[in-house]
């Protein structure tokens, strides 16, 4: 079946370091990836999307690239902010799937002053 | 923009009692989603709908059941609270095709005394 992992967190990082989270999946066919942040005591908001192998998906400064070979969608963002303290989750739809999705485990980020 | 609305933030019953959590969306989406959010087990799907009155188990159905007779709503009914049940719900809501998105509410956090 369809699965996420992503890497265990927390995350620490001092304010305007690069952010790196990685995300590999494993899937039948060719699923659409995605993904989410979570503010404390909030539901999931969606970040970005990628829909095809090279898609690039960007937004607020976070990037992620589909990459088929590597089966990976790694989020990325070049200078953070406390204000990303959230914790982040990789997600991917199937087009077998009945329109389930399949989320990752999830990684907190903390971004310090 | 895309509006889930789950119809409590907060919510403490007590063992025994049915417990019904509303979900509305506005987008006129054909699926519908329920989660359950737990420290360290992540987002587990408990029910899903692809259409009005269809209805699918997820991950982890037993103790819950769902209700959808209109298209913008699906609710989750705890027939019989326990303690165990104690949680976060997310409702979410997609477009069918597999590269849409899923939209999430605000969540609720329900309590099991």
């Known amino acids: 079946g369809n699965s996420v992992t992503q890497m265990e967190g927390p995350v620490t990082l001092s304010e305007e370091a690069f952010l790196t989270i990685n995300c590999t999946y494993t899937?039948?066919?060719?699923?659409?990836l995605f993904w989410y942040v979570q503010y404390p005591g909030e539901g999931l908001q969606l970040l970005l999307k990628?829909?095809?192998?090279?898609d690039k998906g960007s937004n607020k400064g976070f990037e992620a690239t589909y990459r088929k070979e590597t089966t990976s969608f790694h989020l990325e963002k070049g200078s953070v902010q406390v204000s990303d303290s959230a914790v982040y989750f990789c997600?991917?739809?199937?087009?077998?799937?009945?329109?389930?999705?399949?989320f990752g485990a999830g990684t907190q980020v903390v971004v310090t002053p | 923009d895309v509006k889930v609305t789950q119809s409590s933030r907060y919510l403490v019953k007590r063992t025994g009692e049915k417990v019904f959590l509303e979900c509305v969306q506005d987008?006129?989406?054909?699926?519908m989603f329920w989660y359950r959010q737990d420290p360290g087990l992540g987002l587990r799907l408990i029910y899903f709908?692809?259409?009005?009155?269809?209805?699918e188990k997820g991950d982890i159905p037993e103790g819950y059941s769902v209700s959808r007779e209109k298209k913008e709503r699906f609710s989750l009914i705890l027939e019989s609270a326990s303690t165990n049940q104690t949680s976060m719900y997310l409702c979410?809501?997609?477009?069918?095709?597999?590269?849409?998105?899923?939209?999430f509410g605000d969540g609720t956090r329900l309590s099991i005394l």
């Open positions: 979410a809501s997609s477009l069918g095709g597999s590269d849409q998105p899923q939209h």
């Open positions: 899937a039948t066919g060719y699923p659409s």
């Open positions: 990628a829909t095809k192998a090279d």
């Open positions: 997600a991917l739809r199937g087009p077998d799937s009945w329109g389930k999705f399949q």
């Open positions: 987008m006129d989406h054909e699926n």
């Open positions: 709908s692809y259409d009005v009155k269809m209805k």
